[in-house]
C-alpha cells in the first residue's frame, strides 16, 4: 500500500503566509441583531461564545464570566478591579453591568450602571481623573467598518486601550500586545 504524504499549505495573501493573531484579532459576529430582533437570542449566544474564545487564548485579560441579565438590554461581566484600577486585592472581583443601547450593535455598549454599579464609575473617575470614556474617532471608525459584526469582546478591548491610555499613570498591560488590531 502507498505511504500517504500531507502536506499543509497555507493560506497566502500576495505571496506572504496569513496567519491568525489570536492576541488581538477578535473574530467578527456573523448574526448581526439588536436587543429588537427575533434573533437576539442567536446574538447573544454568539456573543458569550466570541467573549469566551477571546478568553481562551488572552486568558490575562481581567474580565471573565460574560453573562445574559434577565433584562435582554443588560449583560453582566466579572471584572479584576485589581488589575484595571492597581487598587485593592490581587484577587478582587465584582461584577459589573453592560448596558446595551437599542442601536446596537451599530452603538457602542455602555459599562457600568450607574445606578447599579457606584462603586466601579467612583474607581473609573477616579482612575482617569473624572475624564469620560469617549472612543477616539479611530476606533468609531473602527468600530463602524465591522459593520454590525463588533461585539462585547471588541468593545471590552478598546477599553482597556483607552484606560491604559487615559489613566493617571502609563500601564503596560500585558494583554494588550499593540494597536494593529485597530487596522483601518
Known amino acids: 500500500m502507498p505511504k500517504i504524504v500531507l502536506k499543509l499549505k497555507y493560506k497566502t495573501l500576495r505571496g506572504l503566509k496569513l496567519v491568525w493573531n489570536f492576541y488581538n484579532d477578535i473574530p467578527p459576529l456573523r448574526i448581526v441583531a439588536s436587543p429588537l ?16 474564545l477571546w478568553r481562551k487564548f488572552n486568558p490575562k485579560v481581567p474580565f471573565s464570566n460574560l453573562r445574559i441579565h434577565d433584562n435582554p438590554r443588560r449583560f453582566i461581566i466579572d471584572a479584576n478591579l485589581h488589575e484595571l ?4 486585592n490581587k484577587d478582587l472581583w465584582q461584577s459589573i453591568s453592560i448596558l446595551i443601547p437599542l442601536r446596537y450593535p451599530f452603538q ?39 459593520s454590525g459584526g463588533a461585539g462585547i469582546a471588541h468593545f471590552l ?16 498591560r500585558e494583554y494588550i500586545y ?4 485597530f487596522k483601518i
Open 85 to 88: 484600577f492597581m487598587k485593592g
Open 157 to 172: 478591548h478598546a477599553y482597556l486601550v483607552f484606560l491604559s491610555i487615559a489613566g493617571k499613570k502609563a500601564v503596560k
Open 108 to 146: 457602542m455598549p455602555i459599562l457600568g450602571d450607574p445606578a447599579r454599579d457606584k462603586a466601579f464609575i467612583k474607581l473609573l473617575r477616579g482612575w482617569t481623573d473624572n475624564r469620560p470614556f469617549c472612543m477616539p474617532q479611530v476606533f468609531h471608525i473602527w468600530w463602524n467598518r465591522l
Open 37 to 52: 430582533d427575533k434573533n437576539w437570542p442567536d446574538r447573544v449566544k454568539e456573543e458569550i461564545s466570541v467573549f469566551n
Open 178 to 181: 499593540s494597536l494593529d488590531f
